[in-house]
């Protein structure tokens, strides 16, 4: 079975051929909206929304051959849900699947860690994957819309009974239907020079073998001489802090710094400070007083993430004051101006921070 469950080495090691999948597809949450604008029944029974229904293979890990009807519905604030039944034995499907679409914007506000569990329906809905077949929408939307305006979205699929299994048994899991294995190009080293077919925009040219130096939007670029100064005070949330996940109050009180970049090169320093009360009363204070760009870890004309290294102080939790040690991935995005930011120390989650606006913006 493929199953995600990528640690952060991994993710580090492969960063580029991730960051070159995300800047491969390009599109603005209006045309999604405005394209399936009228196509919702507006009606209070959400099982009468799933309207736009489709059959797609590559969904099944025993079976790839296998079609899967997706029962979709538009979903607000992101673009649609889909409930997805395998369709072997007729008459007697089962809920396999789960599946949340959303527009690339969006996928771009997603925590880094994440990314990896989404695919890019550019890939996936390609000749070679198999393009879907329309079984029934709803009256005025054409089948070669609505497949041209998904292969600008991304999906994550999350199995609930694989159908390989007599019984739902397994766990929930994520399927990566952009796999080599899902793609049947698992065997295929040289898939990097033959990937003659389907869209340009097609990411998984890179997903075996070095990615190929290519560009299909050379507009959309991070520049060469980024010069950043950011700064966000009292807003944002935080995620978790030293496994703390739940906190009667929580508040960044600020995070600022500036970034100047030279290709992958970073300089720059940044630091912060949060406070908050933890859900057994302990109230808590983190300060970082300073932390040192290194790289740029992803970056375009939408978006800029990068790795410093820094430590800090937590005092007020049970065990008195603790020093960590961290590398904190933060990216800032350029259309809105809000930041999200993830600090590790080994494989270990040190903090996560997200929503923090930037003043300067």
């Known amino acids: 079975m493929v199953k995600s469950g990528i640690g952060k080495s991994a993710f580090l090691n492969d960063s580029r051929k991730l960051v070159l999948s995300v800047l491969l597809v390009s599109m603005a949450v209006f045309f999604v909206t405005g394209a399936f604008a009228d196509h919702s029944n507006g009606s209070d029974d959400p099982l009468e929304n799933f309207n736009i229904i489709l059959a797609v293979n590559g969904h099944d890990s025993s079976n790839l051959e296998a079609d899967f009807i997706h029962r979709c519905a538009l979903t607000s604030p992101i673009v649609a849900t889909c409930i997805i039944f395998e369709s072997e034995n007729v008459g007697d499907h089962k809920l396999s699947q789960v599946e949340y679409i959303i527009t690339k914007d969006q996928y771009l506000q997603l925590p880094f860690r994440e990314r990896q569990n989404w695919h890019n329906h550019a890939v996936e809905l390609t000749p ?27 999906g994550k699929v999350v199995t609930l009974w694989d159908p390989s299994d007599a019984l739902p048994s397994y766990p929930p899991y994520i399927y ?46 991070l520049p060469e001489d980024l010069q950043l100064d950011y700064r966000s005070i009292d807003t944002g949330d935080v995620v ?29 320093r940044g630091r912060f400070r949060v406070d908050g009360t933890t859900v057994d009363g302990d109230d808590f204070r983190l300060y970082v007083s300073r932390f040192d760009a290194q790289e740029i870890v992803d970056g375009d004309c939408d978006s800029v993430t990068w790795v ?14 603790q020093r960590v040690e961290f590398e904190i991935f933060t990216t800032y995005n350029f259309n809105t101006g809000f930041m999200y930011a993830i600090a590790y120390n080994d494989d270990e989650v040190v903090f996560e921070f997200t929503d923090m606006e930037d003043i300067n913006f």
């Open 176 to 221: 990566a239907v952009d796999s080599p294995f899902a793609l049947l190009q698992d065997l295929n080293n040289n898939l990097h020079n033959e990937w003659d077919k389907g869209d340009e925009s097609t990411s998984s040219a890179g997903i075996i073998n070095e990615t190929p130096d290519i560009d299909p939007d050379p507009t959309c670029e």
């Open 128 to 154: 070679e994957r198999g393009e879907p077949s329309c079984v029934s929408l709803p009256e005025g939307l054409e089948c070669g819309v609505l497949v041209d305006i998904l292969h600008t979205t991304y």
């Open 240 to 268: 978790s802090l030293l496994g703390i996940t739940e906190f009667d109050n929580q508040e960044i009180d600020y995070f600022r710094g500036d970034l100047e970049s030279e290709g992958n090169d970073a300089d720059g």
């Open 308 to 321: 410093s290294e820094g430590q800090g102080d937590v005092r007020g939790l049970p065990g008195g004051t």
